[in-house]
């Protein structure tokens, strides 16, 4: 089992990005994720996998299909993806800029460098929460989580990159932060 969220080489997801495709027998994927913010997801194997699912995952069972508006949009952008690599790269290049402008500016990024959703380490709960809070008022939207989403004493603010952000956005977004930190003293 593996669940494809985080891209990894060719935005095919973490088991070609391991090189273990040949060893995965379910796939699940995220598109709030992969897709920007589109609602809903899916899994992919074998015929009797995914009947196994349909009878018995309460998830399943409880809830709308996806839209199907949603499944032709996701559909055209995996078409763009399969005959261009220009978002993909532009992907890269923003998260490269993020992660490289928050590091130099003094923040602590977790998960992989090469990961668009780059966590910003804060620690305390209320901080993360603050610090959310005054970016906000700049025009940045980001997202604290903190226990129980994370374990106590392990906040952080995500944020997400997309191939939609412009160079100019990142830099304001890093501006953002440094003054948020400058502003509440951490």
């Not at 839209?67 to 993806?81: H, Q, R, S």
């Not at 261009?84 to 532009?90: A, G």
């Not at 977790?110 to 990961?115: A, D, K, Q, S, V």
């Not at 025009?139 to 952080?156: E, L, M, N, W």
């Amino acid at each position: 089992y593996q669940r494809r969220v985080h891209g990894g080489p060719g935005g095919k997801g973490t088991p070609h990005h391991f090189n273990v495709v040949d060893k995965v027998d379910v796939l699940n994927s995220t598109l709030g994720k992969a897709m920007g913010g589109a609602s809903g997801g899916f899994s992919s194997g074998c015929k009797e996998i995914v009947s196994l699912q349909r009878q018995r995952a309460r998830p399943y069972l409880f809830s709308n299909a996806i839209a199907p508006a949603v499944v032709g949009t996701t559909l055209a952008v995996f078409e763009m993806l399969n005959t261009s690599d220009n978002l993909l790269q532009q992907l890269r290049s923003n998260t490269k800029q993020f992660r490289e402008g928050m590091t130099k500016a003094g923040f602590r990024i977790l998960g992989h460098p090469e990961c668009p959703i780059a966590p910003v380490w804060f620690g305390d709960a209320r901080l993360a929460a603050q610090a959310a809070d005054a970016m906000l008022k700049r025009g940045i939207y980001v997202i604290g989580f903190s226990y129980p989403v994370v374990p106590k004493g392990k906040a952080r603010i995500r944020v997400q990159l997309s191939a939609g952000h412009t160079p100019e956005q990142i830099d304001k977004c890093i501006k953002a932060f440094t003054e948020v930190k400058a502003e509440m003293g951490f």
